[in-house]
T-cell receptor, first 112, second 117 residues
């Protein structure tokens, strides 16, 4: 069974400080990992995915298969980064591709 | 392009009543998903459609939940009868079916918030 764990429900930092949102997963196959974000009063949207290997809004995430982690990082947090962040996983192949398993989410608050 | 549309936005019912939610995916998206998000938890997939066929409904409580996507476009999710524990946000998402993994991104609707009293 696949599982995604986000150990921190709440994370608070000050503007300009580095931020790291943790995500660990368990999956026996070949996973594809995502970070989704939900800003206040907005719908859930994709932030980034590991296959893209890109930085979005200053955020990066590296898939570490040895540690089964996909932590989200940003060197200098901004107030507009305050939101709910979800780590999610899907099977990278097969007919069940697309089915996302989400973690419980981390509420990030960036203080001025 | 227009996003995923869902209605209603809010619904309050009493337990044992029936309720239905509607979803209109992004035009041309072959894959449609229904997720249940209970307060304090991440979304959980209930059912996945590919066109009008069910790909995965392993987590759908079939004794009370049903879903259909008859013409491969719009979809409805029904609960009959509702229980208190069904109180949640029901999210619909869609994605384009593509051999390119890079294009298989799910786009979410705003959700329907259900309260069962």
């Amino acid at each position: 069974a696949q599982r995604v764990t986000q150990p921190e429900k709440l994370l608070s930092v000050f503007k300009g400080a580095p931020v790291e949102l943790k995500c660990n997963y368990s999956y026996s196959g070949s996973p594809e990992l995502f970070w989704y974000v939900q800003y206040s009063r907005q719908r859930l949207q994709l932030l980034l995915r590991h296959i893209s290997r890109e930085s979005i809004k200053g955020f990066t995430a590296d898939l570490n298969k040895g540690e089964t982690s996909f932590h989200l990082k940003k060197p200098f947090a901004q107030e507009e980064d305050s939101a709910m962040y979800y780590c999610a996983l899907t099977n990278a192949g097969g007919t069940s591709y697309g089915k996302l398993t989400f973690g419980q989410g981390t509420i990030l608050t960036v203080h001025p | 392009e227009a996003g995923v549309a869902q209605s209603p936005r809010y619904k309050i019912i009493e337990k044992r009543q029936s309720v239905a939610f509607w979803c209109n995916p992004i035009s041309g998206h072959a894959t449609l998903y229904w997720y249940q998000q209970i307060l304090g938890q991440g979304p959980k997939l209930l059912i996945q459609f590919q066109n009008n066929g069910v790909v995965d409904d392993s987590q759908l409580p079939k004794d009370r939940f049903s879903a259909e996507r008859l013409k491969g476009v719009d979809s409805t999710l029904k609960i009959q009868p509702a229980k208190l524990e069904d109180s949640a946000v029901y999210l619909c998402a869609s994605s384009a079916r593509s051999l390119s993994v890079a294009k298989n991104i799910q786009y979410f609707g705003a959700g329907t918030r259900l309260s069962v009293l």
